[in-house]
């Protein structure tokens, strides 16, 4: 069964460095997410995109983040000068179509010292 | 704004009893998802809903939904220990370029022998 693929699974960066987090999406998906999940609460919403471009965004996701499609199949998100409370375990997800099921990645955990 | 709540956030219950998990959601949405989640691993897409009425089974857990009164519920049966995990609900909102879940704070579910 295809999967959302996510690289690395655990990073570990000193604070104000740069983090690049990779997803694969699922290869006919058109939607892809990125959700965080800060250590013992809930999954937050961060971005979504669509047509090569961010359709929507939270109010967590600052100038800091951004996303980029660079080819047709890898999906990032960067966060350009971390800090300590953007620790957290940070999902991807592809969806084929609005109304069907996102699936998720395994997450990729960010350790920030 | 969207907010999703459940309750209860913590239940340990005795194998072999029945529960009931509620998760409540604020605004109309077209569809509604049920996650499980084990300790620092991703999210597993237990169930979607998708209308008034929809009730889904697998297992022991059996999902409902009920948009007119916004509320959804996951029923545990004759739980097992290997249920224990974290339980996420989470609503769809779309819009034209794609969409993003909400999800509620999470109901830890300890099943004890």
């Known amino acids: 069964e295809p999967e959302v693929t996510q690289t690395p699974s655990h990073q570990v960066t000193q604070m104000g460095q740069e983090v690049i987090l990779r997803c694969v999406p699922i290869?006919?998906?058109?939607?892809f997410y990125w959700y965080r999940q800060i250590l013992g609460q809930k999954v937050e919403f961060l971005v979504s995109f669509y047509n090569n471009e961010i359709s929507e965004k939270s109010e967590i996701f600052d100038d800091q983040f951004s996303v980029e499609r660079p080819d047709g199949s890898n999906f990032t998100l960067k966060i350009r000068s971390t800090k300590l409370e953007d620790s957290a375990m940070y999902f991807c997800?592809?969806?084929?179509?609005?109304?069907?099921?996102?699936?998720f990645g395994a997450g990729t955990r960010l350790s920030v010292l | 704004e969207l907010k999703v709540e459940q309750n209860p956030l913590f239940l340990s219950m005795q194998e072999g009893k029945n529960y009931t998990i509620y998760c409540n959601y604020s605004?109309?949405?077209?569809?509604l998802y049920w996650y499980r989640q084990d300790p620092g691993k991703s999210l597993e897409s237990l169930f979607v809903?998708?209308?008034?009425?929809a009730v889904k089974q697998e297992g022991r857990l059996m999902a409902s939904l009920d948009t007119k009164a916004r509320l959804s519920t996951l029923h545990i049966t004759a739980a097992v220990h290997d249920l224990s995990a974290t339980y996420f609900c989470a609503v769809g909102a779309t819009g034209a370029s794609g969409s993003r879940l909400t999800f509620g704070e999470g109901t830890q579910l300890t099943v004890n022998p």
């Open positions: 605004t109309t949405s077209d569809r």
């Open positions: 809903l998708l209308s008034n009425g």
């Open positions: 997800a592809s969806g084929e179509g609005v109304l069907g099921r996102e699936s």
């Open positions: 290869s006919n998906h058109l939607y």
